[in-house]
């Protein structure tokens, strides 16, 4: 249970009419500002328990100003004995070393969760207010809890769900939990829904839930936080200087958290709404968003150099096929500059009537191969590469008739 629930008039309202108590009852109560359940729970020195409800009853009849019927004095201490014990469960959770895992997040009751919201969207008229763009349940109790605990947290876009994907995505866990006595409890937990975040819109969308669902936890002002969003959000739009790259959203992200990281530090242990209706966090807000120590991360940064290949001369030659050095080539036609390929006389040929190659380094007597002639080296056969020859003689020396 939230605090608020102790705080809010329209839970008041809601429960005194279900118990049955009168309208006219009711508005008393409210005019005289007795319309809490934690003020109804301290309004005279009575506990249900004591048999003597003598003070309560004189209480009673000087606030609505009449004794009540039998009936409706059943139910104004019904009443009392409902505001008198969740004033003491409250505090029994203050006090409690380990609080039920299942009931750390306190909900705000949903009269009052119900009244807050109609109040919004009549105060913030501009906007469409849709179970889409209508922040998560879940979410504002979030922001509830900050501001009993004092404490801020930052809030990721992925946890900013609308109504819908909550509804949609509604699943419990089983949790086991220990009581005030160290005794075992099991029971359930509602799992955390998620968002997606990952585009310009979305995230744009999720910001806003965010901004809607502090405003309706009473920690900051729909005002202060969408003009927040609004800045981080312009930055996206600016062109950067010539050799920088634009704002990328992991910029916004880290500016955003960086500021929430400040404030939680500037406001620790005073988020609640002070006597003047005003919020720490506002103030906290904006002053940050123009501190040099936020600003530094939406500077552009530099656009990183890629090395491209230089683009192909026009009108380049061809590309020729080289042979391999030494292969029926002489070390002065490898040198020349003309054409690399060998040229052969006339009338000779590279391999012999079996297709055998021929050394062509040995036709001019300057292979190195020390074998017999006829036989074979690593570049060919050592025979005469004259058509129809082919005698185990270099070409220079071989008449061609022997």
């Not at 509604?170 to 509602?190: H, R, W």
Request: charged share 25%.
């Amino acid at each position: 249970m939230a605090a608020s629930t102790l705080e809010s008039e329209a839970a008041f309202k809601e429960r005194a009419t279900q118990i049955g108590i009168e309208d006219r009852f009711i508005a008393k109560f409210v005019e005289k500002n007795f319309a809490a359940f934690g003020k109804y729970a301290f309004c005279v020195v009575y506990s249900p328990s004591h048999p003597d409800e003598a003070p309560l009853r004189r209480f009673l009849q000087e606030l609505l100003e009449e004794e009540p019927a039998p009936d409706q004095m059943a139910s104004l201490r019904r009443l009392f004995f409902e505001s008198h014990t969740m004033a003491l469960t409250d505090a029994r959770q203050r006090v409690e070393a380990q609080p039920d895992p299942s009931m750390a997040t306190r909900k705000m009751a949903t009269a009052e969760r119900v009244a807050r919201q109609k109040e919004q969207e009549t105060r913030l008229g501009g906007l469409v207010f849709t179970p889409e763009t209508t922040p998560a349940n879940h979410l504002v109790d979030l922001f509830v809890e900050m501001g009993e605990s004092g404490v801020l947290s930052y809030i990721k876009p992925e946890q900013c769900c609308s109504r819908a994907q909550e509804i949609q995505a509604i699943k419990k866990d089983v949790a086991v939990s220990t009581d005030a006595s160290g005794m075992l409890k099991l029971g359930t937990k509602a799992s955390e829904p998620t968002c997606e975040a990952n585009t310009e819109l979305k995230l744009r969308s999720a910001f806003q839930r965010r901004n809607l669902a502090m405003d309706l936890a009473g920690l900051a002002s729909f005002e202060t936080t969408e003009g927040w969003t609004q800045l981080l959000f312009s930055h996206l739009l600016r062109d950067p200087p010539r050799g920088f790259a634009k704002v990328s959203l992991q910029q916004l992200l880290d500016t955003d958290r960086q500021l929430f990281t400040m404030a939680s530090h500037r406001t620790m242990g005073n988020l609640r709404e002070a006597p003047d209706k005003t919020r720490p966090l506002d103030e906290a807000i904006s002053t940050l968003k123009e501190a040099s120590d936020i600003l530094q991360y939406l500077m552009p940064l530099p656009v990183s150099k890629v090395h491209e290949a230089p683009p192909a001369p026009l009108g380049r030659p061809d590309k020729t096929p080289r042979t391999d050095k030494g292969k029926g080539n002489s070390k002065g036609s490898g040198k020349s500059g003309g054409n690399p390929r060998l040229q052969l006389p006339e009338g000779c040929t590279s391999h012999d009537d079996d297709n055998k190659p021929l050394c062509f380094a040995f036709q001019n007597g300057k292979c190195k191969f020390k074998g017999p002639a006829g036989k074979r080296c690593a570049r060919g056969f050592h025979k005469c590469y004259k058509k129809g020859c082919f005698r185990a003689k270099p070409y220079y020396l071989c008449t061609h008739t022997d």
